[in-house]
Every structure is written in structure tokens, then in C-alpha cells.
């Protein structure tokens, strides 16, 4: 697997306070690579990091195969969480001028712009003053002058706050559009339904260490355990007291039923086995749907963030 970006064992300190402490991410290339974690856990850190804002006290990042300098900025595109745009100029003429300040020429710069605001659904709004933009409409003017030079990096720190789902579900598109086109993007964020959605592979950080990394649906897989979904036809007071045996969990489907029957969500205890579970389960119901539940990377989130709080650091 080809890499673009490599943090290797990063620390980072500040007065009484370690950020990071031997983090380690790689981002393969051509991915979108999901950076989570609690408020203050060190991903905007690692992100100031990354774009040479700041240096790592020890660590090292390797950029498209070589350690990162900061000529190589020009390479990467950063949208902060924290925006801001000249409110009493206009659309275009600001989106032109950030577009000049990393090296398009005039003529470029304004085909670009308008293609990309058209695809974003903001053409009519060129020759606006940013003033007159809702927090939506100005966060796609940013989004749009991120991307604009096309650069090989995209980081993107919680992109969906302020929009509504409809431009949240452009915006998710475009993302994933730049991705197929060969651009790799970073992007931190609590919205975990956008981590299904989007993430090929994700990194947790809590309390300034990684506690979690690898491929979406390997994750989903391995902390899949030994949870499953149930459809019957029957009474489930009679299939509760049945099984009851055999499995630690029986709780609501969550899920809209899909095909005929009922369904359940239950955990095989650690002694019996799917043979079992399915055996006393067609004796008690007519079971018609039998299968694994995968988890959510919103429960995986919690999990893993819990146990890792429960952890004691050790005193450096």
C-alpha cells in the first residue's frame, strides 16, 4: 500500500499539558482517512502539524515519501474549523484572490471558480457580497477555495457543521468525487454517520494517544462479536424466555424490518453457539432471518473511547 502522508511516533508538548503523545498515522493515498476523537483529544494538533504550523517535539512526518517541509504546503489544502472570509468584498472577486495567492493565474482562476460554483450550487451568488452569505453559503465558498489548486492533500476539520442534510449530502459527493479523481483527504469530525458514509480507514485519538486504526469495515468486522439479528414469526415473549439461556442481550431492532416477521438483536453468551442459539430459536418462533450485526463506528467510537479512559496513563 502506497502512503502519501506518514506521522511516525509524534509527540507534542506544551506547558503541563502533552497533546500528543507517539502518535502514529498513515494515510494511504488516494483514500479518505477519517480523524477522530473527544473535544481536546490532540487531532487539531496533529492537523497544525501536518500543514507546518507548528513542529512536533519528537516525531517525524513523511510526506509523499520524504520528510515534510514547508515548501510542501503548497501541496496541501486546509480547511480549519475555525473560517473566515472578507464579509464586505465580493464572492468571486475573494474567491479570485485566494486563488492568486496560491498561484493560479487570473483566467484560470475564474474558469475554475465558476465550474465549481456551479457544481455546488452557488452560481447566482458571484457577484454577492460575503455579508449577504448564510453560514452555509460560505462555508461552500471556502470548501471551493480549499480544493481550487488541486492539491495531492485535502484536510478538512469538521466539514459539515452548519449545513442542513441536503448540502451536507453535496458536500459528502464532492468529497468523494475529488477522492476518485486521486486526491487523498483527511477529515476530522464528530459526525460519525458521515464516517460510514465516507471513510475507508479511520484513526481515534483520546487523550493524546492512538487507540484505534485500520480499514472501516475490518474495524466493523472485528468488533462485530457475537451479535445478531433475529426474524421470526412467533411471540417474542416466547422466543425471550427461550433463549434466554444462551445469549447475555436481547434488545430492540433498531433497524427498519426488513422482510416478513419480527426481529430482535441478541448476544450469544460466551459458552453457546450460533448452532445452539438457531436450534432453540426455531423450537420456540418460526425463525425466518438469521444474521450478524455489524457495528456501528458510532458504538465502536464510544467503546473504544471508554475502555481507553479507563486505561491509567502512565507519568512521563
Given at each position: 500500500m502506497s502512503y502519501l502522508l506518514e506521522a511516525n511516533g509524534i509527540v507534542k508538548d506544551y506547558t503541563g499539558h502533552k497533546a500528543l503523545d507517539d502518535v502514529t498515522v498513515h494515510v494511504p493515498e488516494g483514500s479518505v482517512y477519517g480523524l477522530l476523537g473527544p473535544n481536546g483529544a490532540g487531532k487539531t494538533t496533529l492537523i497544525r502539524i501536518i500543514n507546518h504550523i507548528t513542529a512536533p517535539d519528537a516525531g517525524e512526518v513523511i510526506f509523499d515519501g520524504r520528510p515534510l517541509t514547508a515548501d510542501d504546503v503548497k501541496h496541501i489544502g486546509y480547511l480549519p474549523e475555525e473560517r473566515g472570509l472578507y464579509k464586505k468584498m465580493k464572492v468571486g472577486e475573494q474567491a479570485i484572490f485566494f486563488a492568486r495567492l496560491k498561484?493560479?493565474?487570473?483566467?484560470?482562476?475564474?474558469?475554475?471558480?465558476?465550474?465549481?460554483?456551479?457544481?455546488?450550487?452557488?452560481?447566482?451568488?458571484?457577484?454577492?457580497?460575503?455579508?449577504?452569505?448564510?453560514?452555509?453559503?460560505?462555508?461552500?465558498v471556502q470548501f471551493i477555495i480549499t480544493v481550487l489548486h488541486r492539491p495531492k492533500l485535502l484536510i478538512f476539520d469538521e466539514p459539515f457543521s452548519g449545513f442542513?442534510?441536503?448540502?451536507?449530502?453535496i458536500l459528502k459527493r464532492e468529497i468523494l468525487r475529488l477522492r476518485d479523481e486521486g486526491s487523498t483527504v483527511i477529515f476530522s469530525t464528530h459526525n460519525m454517520s458521515s464516517v460510514e458514509e465516507l471513510c475507508d480507514h479511520i484513526t481515534l485519538i483520546n487523550r493524546s494517544r492512538n487507540i484505534l486504526t485500520g480499514n472501516v469495515e475490518e474495524l466493523r468486522r472485528s468488533f462485530g462479536g457475537n451479535r445478531f439479528r433475529l426474524r421470526f414469526e412467533g411471540e417474542l415473549s416466547s422466543l425471550a424466555e427461550a433463549i434466554k439461556p444462551v445469549v447475555s442481550y436481547i434488545g430492540e431492532d433498531e433497524e427498519e424490518n426488513r422482510g416478513q416477521g419480527e426481529s430482535v438483536i441478541v448476544e450469544l453468551s460466551d459458552a453457546a453457539t450460533r448452532r445452539d442459539l438457531v436450534d432453540i430459536a426455531n423450537r420456540a418462533t418460526d425463525l425466518v432471518g438469521f444474521e450478524p450485526v455489524m457495528p456501528s463506528i458510532n458504538n465502536i467510537f464510544i467503546n473504544a473511547v471508554r475502555n481507553s479512559s479507563e486505561m491509567p496513563v502512565e507519568n512521563k
Open positions: 498561484g493560479l493565474d487570473k483566467r484560470d482562476a475564474e474558469k475554475r471558480l465558476k465550474e465549481w460554483f456551479e457544481r455546488m450550487e452557488i452560481g447566482n451568488w458571484w457577484n454577492k457580497k460575503v455579508e449577504e452569505l448564510s453560514k452555509g453559503m460560505a462555508q461552500k442542513d442534510p441536503i448540502n451536507a449530502n
